[in-house]
């Protein structure tokens, strides 16, 4: 008897990493489902677009996205093209009439199903549209198909969100927040770090509310704690830490625990206190500065990533001159910058003295001119020091050079570092002295 041939499946993650760990479930109960998985989207027979609604390029990246991979059912082998996330857990009716040629929608709480739902749109013609409660929360037992480097991983620590800022539309997307418990957390990271990984990314829309809803209490510092026993795991990396939940025993343990990375992901999003107070942030200008400065006097070497908004309704000149000033005093090591996004069902939408589109185009790019010159020359700083830096690679212009990050890079949103002298495989962890540098880059050679 001949071996049943397996239709192949293409997934496209858009947006955040939190969605990259959403792809990665439906992976993996995809590939369990005898679905053979690849990354060439013109030979499969479907094609998953995960996709992004936090903001208005996010929207707009997706929908550009779900129509340029519409065409392969014209041109190519694709039989099913599926849509899943955020943007059908908005917009499931609007879609549906404007995207006929999407098979199936899926918003963020049903994804789980996706093989279950795939079976039973096998059975009829019509389009098939699942956005429930946005409830679920997957666990050590769900598989999950590992899609970035064997050496790095993200570790989803909690799902939803709380704070209710009044521009942000993740909670009716996600949820309130729901913290992961303790031990399921620590079976996914045992098994990431026996299959090869040394970086662990803990990520949550707000990873300092870990454990507050749990019935035990666990906490973040325990969760590190933990963590920081395994013996084949190198780096733990805190990405989205919001200001009024860093307490002084978490910046106790970074200072403290080798394995903590020296950064801290920190979004403070404005720093003029009538902006904050508008965004419904809980942490003023004074709270944000004091921060800040303890975290550099405790830890002198941790590297400081934040997020601003710009052009939010009722943002004066005044504001945005105090925030441009806040950004040349503090000297981000690394920094985001949006402009303000109307969203339809946010507080923020239905605010007077909304900004027009080309005041916020201006305060970006003068925002962003700005963090140039302050990251070159605090690049210029690290010249003749030492760094760790996990080796990621070729470089995609040459392969002469060797590219990584240092333990003050995460992945993705921060610079590189390009090696020019010496060997290493990927994945390995090296010494690297720092010799030259760019505006966001660093160059260097490996220390024998």
Known sequence: MSEKIKEKVSLVSLGCPKNLVDAEVMLGYLSQDEYEVTTDETQADIIVVNTCSFIKEAKQESIDTILDLADRKHDARCKLLIVTGCLPQR????LAKELPEVDIFIGTGDYPRIAEIIAEKKKTEEQLCYTGDPNFVYNDEVPRLQSSPHYTAYLK????????????????????HRSRPLATLLAEARALVEGGVKELNLIAQDITAYGRDLEDKPTLELLIKELAKMEKLKWIRLLYA????????????????PKVCKYLDLPIQHISDPVLTNMKRR????????????????????????????????ETTEDFKKLLQFVEETRFDRLGVFCYSKEEGTPAADMPDQVSERVKRERHKKLM????????KHNRTLVDSEEDVLVEGYSEETELLLKGRSSRQ???????????????N??????????????YDLIGEIVD
């Open 242 to 257: 919001y200001p009024d939940g860093v307490t002084d025993s978490l910046i106790q343990l970074i200072k403290d625990e």
């Open 410 to 424: 995460a992945p993705d949103v921060d610079g590189l570092v390009y090696i020019t002298a010496g060997n290493a």
């Open 426 to 439: 990927v994945g390995d962890i090296v010494r690297l002295k720092i010799t030259d540098s760019s505006d």
């Open 369 to 376: 001119r700005t963090q140039a010159r302050v990251s070159f």
């Open 157 to 176: 620590i909690a799902e939803g969100c709380s704070n209710n800022c009044s521009y942000c539309v993740i909670p009716s997307l996600r949820g309130a």
């Open 91 to 94: 917009y499931q009716q609007e």
């Open 283 to 314: 942490s003023g200008e004074n709270h944000i500065r004091t921060l800040i400065a303890k975290l550099r006097r405790e830890i002198p070497d941790i590297a400081i990533r934040t997020s601003l908004i710009v052009g939010f309704p009722g």
